[in-house]
């Protein structure tokens, strides 16, 4: 079977995809650029979006819904947004069709022309301040914060299936507070909530940043991040929250009267993660057996084949699965029971080896008459027998166990995969050998990290939230550097 | 403070309008036709969805995505959809903005065209059917129960919020079978989830009937609904489940081998309800102090509002509320503490009951001493003391009785305000008069309807599904009739 997939070190690019496809997470689609999201692939979707919007309520968020549309003159506002935003967009010119004169199709209908052309929103920074105007009058009105689940849309020219695709969904935090330090705590609360998602839902540790001026997001004032490691030592940025300063309230004029009664623009942040997490989480457990998922996140946790004979061994080995599936759905484990016939169990294997299913279990007549099961975890492709008494207790443990794994196999990755560099030649070096993350002197200039990019491929991912302070030379161009920054490839 | 706002008599359209802003649930944006969902409108939204959810995954669907665009030619394959769906659509027909000459803005670049046009989807029945031909070959890959969460896209002349907008958010099941008894018996199957939610969830009773031709949706064979009547005796239909038989698997190419390896086309359901619903709960229960709304659906089913004088009084009465909204909380039932002290309890009974909270709960520093506690029931403006130890039990009844009462309430609405008409005269009379249901005889022709609706803007809202039959003459053309179809003006 593993003959039909590549392999990471054979095409660690084709070994992506065949997952995404075989393992059915998603598709192409008919439209260039967009991507179908298969029921597997969306189910896990669903699991993020439970555990992120659980934190977003538990941190005082609400969700509410703004329009796809967005009036092309609203992009013109923010001088910087519009540079990032307003270029790669999709356009929406007419709002209706007609029959073509041939008789054969149908045609846009010129007379339906818009006469303020609207673009789907590539984010929603720019409606929801025009909104936030009217909501806001005094200091009573604030803060607001306000979640919205959705799709966006950004016109890419290389798409790759979750990791960059031309419509996406994700999740956009826009936050309008009284003080500029109430804004930049909640844009770091928010960074929190993403990092303590990664780690302990994804399994993925990350590093916690700001960016470079470069790699800020197209309106604001600092951007804060988490960068993931790849198994083939690219970087991924899982998640951005932005402290976006009162940019945006200057550019759609919201205002409030403070306590003090005196007319103040308001402070603003927001924040994001998307369906490309998905592709994260793939790229960082997967092995060359397919996928490989962290319980938290897996649609299904425990997949029981049943193997059997005769009609009458099906009998009795699938009632003995439905009761063992019972009890672990009594402790809430997600279980699904594969009594299709149509299919063989050694297929069964095969399939589920590939989707990922962090525990399989094998039940056949003999196991019945001796109480017992065959467990096998996906992520150390481990198998033992056990007494079905002890099952429960064992698979509970279990998910912990192979969560936390995962976790620290990465972890471990990420440490092996993380050097530091010293001089240009040595930066060089590594990147080419072996990839993963730098830590660099840099002279904090666009210029530079410009240059560098250039050469290398390799850009500044972030200057780390910590306080190791060393005093150095830029790897570049030897200019003083006050501390190491975080270099790499990235997806 | 009623003074404020329309009542129903004075001026219905503006009452359901004063209540949708006032309540904070939904505004116009910037966007023509397109509204904003504000967190409190949001938050029924979200019940719904969860519950709708739950019912679709308890009945074997899972969920997935397609995407936003649809490629113009899709639409020209099925001929009644075209007709249906083509017309009045957002059109995407360029990919990129470029900064003006002027430099004083940005313009569409007229060299980022679009070989053929993106529609956004008013509904996705043509690139899910593009889909599925690739995902089925044999019948071992039937049956497909899919749905999908989506925002969809209908270019409306005429808006209104929630109930008519040119952006809105839905769920759009499609499913695929191998017999046609199959997919008949799964659209019957969603009409009856529908008709269960209206009924359980959403405290309104519902006509389940099938369409006629005129009203079927377009490339269905037969449109199974649920309509439902509003305060102000017009219909409102809530959900509608579409047997497609053939058509999209035909326009689509999409065949199976069957068990016998006969080559066939797939059989198709499609079934769907939106936002709308939030308009059609809002219409259904409330009353000239503004929303009323069921236990089930209600973002907040109690609200607790602390009576002090002194900081004191404050701190007693808000740490006996917190304790009291613990012991709600550790029954389930989603409890606001509003102890802001920048607004007095009038102006916050005010705001609760215009927000429709089922339950409102008033403690003083007397009550605290005394042990006590005043209850006011949204729905009866009913008030009464109770003893705090009793509180608990109460409530949780209480949301019962309350979810109880506003079905009942409708439902005699309902049957007040469903007559019979023999005579064309009495017709028109009981439309003028009256409005609501009427139930007349029709002779089942497209032509007499489409002059009844021109005569009266009374459509057939439903062949009902019940065994009435019942020989007669069609009210408007004297031919003969087999039953009593339902009539109404609608929204």
Redesign the interface.
């Known amino acids: 079977m593993a003959k039909e997939f590549s392999t990471r070190e054979e095409n660690y690019s084709k070994w992506y995809n065949d997952i995404v496809q075989r393992a059915g997470l998603a ?1 192409n ?3 260039r650029g ?6 597997y692939g ?2 896990i ?2 699991k993020m979006q439970a555990a992120l919007d659980k934190m977003f309520k538990d941190t005082g968020h ?15 506002r923010e001088a910087d947004h ?1 540079e990032g935003f ?13 029959n073509s004169a041939d008789g ?5 209908d010129s007379d339906a022309k818009l006469e303020e ?4 929103r590539p984010t929603s920074e720019t ?1 929801i301040w ?2 936030y105007r ?1 909501w806001v009058q005094s200091y ?1 009105d604030l803060p607001i914060l ?1 979640n919205q689940w ?2 966006v ?1 950004r ?1 890419e020219m290389r798409t790759r299936m979750f990791l960059r695709t031309t ?1 996406f ?1 994700w999740q956009e935090g826009h936050t309008a507070h009284a003080t500029e330090q109430e804004a930049l705590e909640e844009t770091q609360r928010m960074l929190e909530v993403y990092a303590h998602f990664a780690e302990n839902f994804m399994a993925i540790p990350v590093l916690k940043g700001v960016k470079s001026e470069n790699e800020r997001f197209a309106g604001a004032v600092e951007t804060y991040c988490i960068e993931a490691l790849m198994q083939d030592g690219k970087a991924l940025q899982a998640g951005t929250s932005h402290f976006l300063g009162q940019n945006f309230a200057k550019a759609f004029d919201v205002k409030f009267a403070s306590k003090e009664g005196k007319l103040e623009y308001v402070w603003a942040s927001s924040w994001g993660v998307s369906t490309r997490l998905v592709g994260a989480l793939i790229m960082a457990h997967s092995d060359d057996k397919g996928l490989v998922l962290p319980p938290k996140l897996a649609p299904i946790q425990v997949v029981i084949v049943p193997i059997y004979k005769s009609a009458e061994q099906y009998e009795l080995v699938c009632q003995k699965a439905a009761e063992i599936k019972e009890m672990l759905e009594n402790k809430n484990i997600r279980v699904k029971l594969d009594d299709r016939d ?1 299919y063989k169990p050694g297929w069964k294997f095969n399939e589920y080896e590939f989707k990922g299913v962090p525990v399989r279990l094998a039940i056949g007549p003999r196991d019945v008459e001796n109480g017992t099961i065959e467990l096998a975890r996906r992520d150390t492709l481990e198998k033992e027998i056990l007494p079905i008494t002890r099952l429960v207790e064992v698979i509970e443990q279990l998910m912990e166990t192979i969560q936390r794994a995962l976790f620290d196999k990465a972890l471990a990755f990420r440490e092996t995969n993380t050097r530091k560099a010293d001089t240009w030649k040595e930066f060089k070096q590594i990147l080419d050998d072996k990839g993963g993350f730098i830590l660099a002197h840099w002279d904090g200039t666009g210029e530079t990290e410009q240059k560098i990019k250039e050469e290398t491929k390799a850009t500044v991912r972030c200057i780390p939230i910590d306080d190791n302070m060393e005093e150095g030379v830029c790897v570049y161009s030897g200019k003083p550097s006050g501390r190491r920054v975080v270099f790499a490839r990235a997806y």
């Not at 967009?34 to 029921?39: A, F, S, T």
């Not at 052309?117 to 789907?120: C, G, P």
């Open positions: 598709e689609s008919a439209v967009c991507m179908v999201i298969k029921p969306y189910a979707w669903e609400s969700n509410a819904y703004f329009p796809l549309f967005i009036p092309k003159s609203f992009f013109s519009v307003a270029k790669e967009c999709a356009v929406v010119t007419h709002y209706r069709l007609k054969k199709g149908i045609e846009v052309e609207l673009i789907i409606i025009d909104t009217q009573r306000i959705a799709n849309v016109w419509e969904l149509t």
